[in-house]
């Protein structure tokens, strides 16, 4: 009987507290922030350190005994026969959990959990290491709308500058031209140096004001608000070309309903980023723009046939933790703001960039403007 006792006894105090032999490792993993939770095979709870209580709330005399999915009110990316299947298959499993903690609060968990057999290798024991990252993708997710702001104020501040470009810089260069040819038939008879010098400022006021009407174009293309985007992309490809000396083919069937200005902008700075980094980047002769419409989602692929990014570089460009650069920052941040993604494909042959873009489906005919249009010429 003073046995039976001496082994109850033995069982109180912290939840599942380890044996003797492991004070030591026990000690340690009380003054880990993280939670440590070891559970059985059902899922309820046998250890609970100090991590855990700071993080969730509850004692470990609350802890113990309690199945953890019904415990923390457990919000899985995928079900919990799923994930619990893929545990016991795999021997572990990671990802990101939602859990309640004792006040009500939703916190955000990265999960990893191990699966441990005895010596008949029968499933006894679930190591569960959960870290608090609610604060950081909370910081991570305003980083992202100030991103998102930042390029929404980069796109008015564009239309803005060129909408002054066009309206005010060029006009002031077209009455110059005039005055400048007014000015020059005048001393043609009279005086053939000074008519040659104002032949001469005529020809760079007229090239200033092509490169004011290109520069304008490029900072926003007025075709875009009233043609569409398959015009817009006709006319930056047909510059492009011109201007890079590389080929680009344009396979658009985007079909005759508008999308969203906002999707039909991201999409037209996403091509424009895009060839701008193969005339600089790849090398390549040739580029392929291909777009289609598929019921309520826009599709988007841009290739060339360059040097592509050696595999190394492409994984330091886009992987987790990966230092993206400004344009491909840019682009994603785009594709993400508007609820669709973006993936780069690099070898030997070249890159691709694949977008894809869903319409919202309650999207009727175009958005409003707040910004006033750049008229057509």
């Known amino acids: 009987m003073a046995s039976a006792k001496a082994s109850r006894g033995s069982r109180k105090g912290r939840a599942g507290r380890l044996p003797r032999r492991d004070r030591a490792l026990n000690e340690l993993l009380e003054l880990l922030h993280d939670a440590i939770i070891v559970r059985d095979p059902r899922s309820a709870i046998l250890y609970w350190n100090r991590g855990a209580e700071r993080i969730y709330g509850w004692s470990s005399e609350e802890a ?16 919990y026969e799923d994930m619990h299947k893929a545990l016991f298959e795999s021997g572990a499993w990671e990802g990101e959990l939602t859990h309640h903690t004792k006040d009500g609060r939703r916190i955000l968990v990265e999960s990893r959990q191990a699966l441990q057999c005895d010596g008949r290798g029968r499933p006894s024991r679930i190591l569960e290491v959960n ?11 305003s980083l992202r709308n100030l991103s998102a702001r930042l390029l929404q104020l980069q796109d008015e501040e564009r239309r803005r500058i060129a909408r002054e470009l066009h309206d005010s810089t060029g006009q002031s260069l077209a009455a110059l031209a005039i005055h400048l040819s007014a000015v020059s038939e005048r001393v043609a008879g009279t005086d053939p140096v000074a008519a040659d010098i104002l032949r001469e400022a005529l020809l760079l006021s007229k090239e200033a004001s092509d490169q004011t009407r290109t520069l304008s174009y490029l900072l926003y293309p007025p075709t875009l608000d009233f043609s569409g985007l398959p015009s817009a992309l006709e006319w930056f490809v047909e510059g492009f070309t011109q201007r890079s000396k590389i080929k680009v083919d ?7 309903e508008r999308a969203p200005q906002s999707l039909e902008t991201a999409l037209f700075r996403i091509v424009q980023e895009s060839l701008t980094n193969i005339y600089r ?7 392929l723009v291909r777009g289609k419409r598929q019921g309520n989602v826009l599709s988007l692929e841009i290739s060339d046939n360059g040097k592509g990014i050696p595999q190394e570089r492409l994984a330091a460009l ?3 933790g990966g230092q ?25 042959s070249g890159t691709t960039i694949m977008v894809v873009l869903p319409i919202p489906a309650d999207a009727k005919g175009r958005e409003a403007d707040p910004v006033a249009n750049i008229p057509a010429e």
Request: net charge positive.
């Open 281 to 287: 980047h790849s090398g390549g002769s040739s580029a």
């Open 250 to 256: 344009l396979d658009l069937a985007l079909g005759e």
């Open 324 to 348: 993206l650069g400004v344009g491909i920052r840019g682009m994603k941040e785009r594709a993400r703001q508007l609820g669709g993604r973006l993936r780069i494909k690099s070898g030997d």
């Open 64 to 79: 113990r005994g309690r199945v953890t999915h019904e415990f923390f009110k457990t919000e899985f990316p995928e079900s």
């Open 131 to 141: 870290r608090d990252i609610t604060a950081r993708r909370e910081a991570e997710e």
């Open 318 to 320: 886009v992987g987790p």
